[in-house]
């Protein structure tokens, strides 16, 4: 795997040579194709919105799918799994506990093999079951981003995936942020980060950011 940095990082040869830095592209080489990211302009790159895609899992459509590179496994809330025709008696018993950003740890109900398709490419995939809610039908973590060799991009709202040979890109699922009030927020909500700013307080709602909820449970923070 190489990786290609901007042109702005490239010396010149001598102090009389000048660069053209018009096209400022991140590459990322993996052979033997080439995935390029572009630079993003400012009205495009000022959200918070998470990155949801659609997908198919054993072959039933699914939407709000949520790709997170923070969680190292794979999620589904138990009332989705039984949305899918599926009960108590096809989940695996395991061993895997969970822990929430206040460090309480609480066991899954069990786990799953699924097959998930995500455009084109379909994959075995585990998933854990879990009695919370969120605001997602199926939380992929670590697990399915490597397995299979893709790269989510939140701020080019899109998913990468290498099939075979080939690249593919998997667009966001725009149509959750046109039905959630939550989602459609965050495409509103400019970043904090990038600027300068001081305050005696930093007022969230000038912001226009929501509260944040933890994954799988009902308080908000």
Known sequence: MVFMLP???L???SDDDELDFSDQIAQLALDPTTAIF???ADNERQHLKALFVKGRVD?????KILVDGGAAINIMPYVVYRKLGKGDQDLTKTDMMLKDFEGNVSPVKGAI??????????????IFVISGKGAYNL?????????????PSTMHQCLVQWVDDKIKIVPGDSSYVIASAEADTY?????ISGEIWEKDF???ADYEIPPIQAVGFDEEF
Do not use: Q, W
């Open 139 to 151: 939380l992929l973590g670590r697990d399915l981003i490597h397995a299979n060799c893709c790269i």
């Open 59 to 63: 072959r039933k459509p699914m939407t």
């Open 202 to 204: 930093l007022k969230v």
């Open 187 to 191: 495409e509103r909500t400019r970043c």
């Open 7 to 9: 042109m702005e990082f």
């Open 113 to 126: 093999c699924v097959e998930l398709t995500i455009g084109s490419k379909t994959l075995p995939t585990t």
């Open 38 to 40: 572009e630079k993003p």
């Open 11 to 13: 010396a010149p040869s």
